[in-house]
Nanobody
Framework: QVQLVESGGGLVQAGGSLRLSCVAF????????MGWLRQAPGKERELVAR???????DYVDSVKGRFTISRDNAKDTVYLQMDSLKPEYTAIYYC?????????????????WGQGTQVTVSS
């Protein structure tokens, strides 16, 4: 059974930093690309960063240069370093295995969602 446990969120002022962690229990981590997603109130969940098993990364344009995703395969853990935070980054952040994209550019995720970690950036 796969379990994802996110941590590291909190309240921070604009311009500050946070480091999120996600521990993956089960076989989901070592064989799949992993990603961080966020869901702001009233909005759909959005993939913001992705990392392959080999360490290649990509980011949504709105966080490029501010977020850094990394993974420690020995610890089955993926991290998200968030710097120069903006109020619009306020959301619940989740990690999950990422599949795709398909021919239409869509990504898919496992059914094993964690509880997420709340990030609140004040202005």
């Amino acid at each position: 059974q796969v379990q994802l446990v996110e941590s590291g969120g909190g309240l921070v002022q604009a311009g500050g930093s946070l480091r999120l962690s996600c521990v993956a229990f089960g076989t989901i981590f070592s064989v799949n690309p992993m990603g961080w997603l966020r869901q702001a109130p009233g909005k759909e969940r959005e993939l913001v960063a992705r990392i392959t098993t080999g360490g290649a990364t990509d980011y949504v344009d709105s966080v490029k240069g501010r977020f850094t995703i990394s993974r420690d395969n020995a610890k089955d853990t993926v991290y998200l370093q968030m710097d120069s935070l903006k109020p619009e980054y306020t959301a619940i952040y989740y990690c999950n295995a990422v599949f795709g994209p398909d021919g239409d550019g869509n990504y898919y995720y496992s059914n094993s969602w964690g509880q997420g970690t709340q990030v609140t950036v004040s202005s």
